[in-house]
């Protein structure tokens, strides 16, 4: 499955973006999707997680609350709707496909978008 990620820019403290990720080459259905970030400097880290069918939901803590993940079967794409933003979540947001369940472990996910860069102005 080939992922694309888009959406990302730049926003103030407070602001919202939504990030979009579009996929291809497989049936999107099957797999389950996460969105993970990386900082500079910083190792890449969970965001957020769906299911298949997108009826559970996994979240970091720090995204929990401001963060929503959903996705649309029909159109092969995943979102991340982000709101309250901080600067801290100033990274690049990279989309995953996984083949198992819901988790937050990096390694469950073998294919990966090219990422898409999310700047929070304080």
């Known amino acids: 499955v080939q992922l694309q990620a888009s959406g990302g820019g730049l926003v103030q403290a407070g602001g919202s973006l939504s990030l979009s990720c579009a996929a291809s080459?497989?049936?999107?259905?099957?797999?389950?999707m996460g969105w993970f970030r990386q900082a500079p400097g910083k190792e890449r880290e969970f965001v957020a997680a769906?299911?298949?069918?997108?009826?559970?939901?996994k979240y970091a803590d720090s995204a929990r609350g401001r963060f929503t993940i959903s996705r649309d079967n029909a159109k092969n794409t995943v979102y991340l709707q982000m709101n309250s933003l901080k600067p801290e979540d100033t990274a690049v947001y990279y989309c995953?496909?996984?083949?198992?369940?819901?988790?937050?472990?990096?390694?469950?996910?073998?294919?990966w978008g090219q990422g898409t860069q999310v700047t929070v102005s304080s």
């Open positions: 995953a496909a996984g083949l198992g369940g819901v988790s937050s472990y990096i390694n469950m996910y073998p294919y």
């Open positions: 080459g497989r049936t999107f259905s099957s797999f389950s």
């Open positions: 769906l299911s298949r069918s997108g009826g559970s939901t």
